[in-house]
């Protein structure tokens, strides 16, 4: 059974530039969040679809956004990147059923530097 | 306001001894806890969770145990291994707007010496 699949892993980018990040679930999977992880703060949560439908939201601007399509992928999108947005961004899939229902499933991540 | 605290971030511990990690909360509301193991380069992996209701659950060399009078929990590794040597994240579960929203705590690096 494949993973959370990220692409990229590793991206470059300068200040007020936007990014994309892209996230395959695991398959059966219809819930996906998002996570920020920098040095010192942990794991910040940016928001969760399900369903193509964002069901919590994080405590970040609104530069951040995401979206989820019909299969489940999801992507997020930062625009007017700030050096603060520097971070290992993680995506987890969570569902099909089971004891493991709710037990998260992280990704590689994508790990962005903005200069 | 940080409701999972992680307050050592880093531990070191002699291979064969015990490794204790510790976290603590502020919310009571809490319906389950986690704790996740993180490689460099990679994401977390899910390690070993325990109910509120309970207060020990044990899974090989890993055993969690909750306080809830003192909203403290600790995960045991006995005995340490070097590939143990990672950063540990504890991690609460709270039933919220239809799904379980999960709050980390900052980690603790756990480096096992051989």
């Known amino acids: 059974k494949a993973g959370v699949t990220q692409t990229p892993r590793y991206l470059i980018k300068t200040r007020g530039q936007q990014v994309t990040l892209s996230c395959s679930p695991i398959?059966?999977?219809?819930?996906v969040s998002w996570y920020q992880q920098t040095p010192g703060q942990g794991l910040q949560f940016l928001f969760e679809?399900?369903?193509?439908?964002?069901?919590n939201k994080g405590n970040f601007p609104g530069r951040f956004s995401g979206r989820q399509f019909s299969n489940s992928r999801s992507e997020m999108n930062v625009s007017t990147l700030e050096l603060g947005d520097s971070a290992l961004y993680l995506c987890a899939s969570m569902g099909g059923g089971g004891s493991g229902a709710n037990v998260l499933t992280f990704g590689a991540g994508s790990r962005l530097t903005v200069l | 306001d940080q409701q999972v605290k992680q307050n050592s971030p880093s531990l070191s511990v002699q291979e064969g001894r015990i490794s204790i990690l510790n976290c603590d909360y502020t919310?009571?509301?809490?319906?389950?806890f986690l704790w996740y193991k993180k490689y460099p380069a990679e994401g977390p992996t899910f390690l070993i969770s325990i109910s509120s209701i309970k207060d020990k659950n044990e899974d090989g060399r890993f055993t969690v145990f909750l306080n809830k009078s003192a909203k403290h929990l600790s995960l045991h590794i006995v005995p340490s291994q070097p590939g143990d040597s990672a950063v540990y994240f504890c991690?609460?579960?709270?039933?919220?707007?239809?799904?379980?929203?999960?709050?980390f705590g900052t980690g603790t690096r756990l480096k096992v010496l051989a």
């Open positions: 919310n009571s509301m809490f319906d389950y």
């Open positions: 991690a609460a579960m709270v039933y919220t707007s239809g799904t379980y929203k999960y709050i």
């Open positions: 398959s059966g999977h219809r819930s």
């Open positions: 679809y399900f369903s193509e439908t964002q069901r």
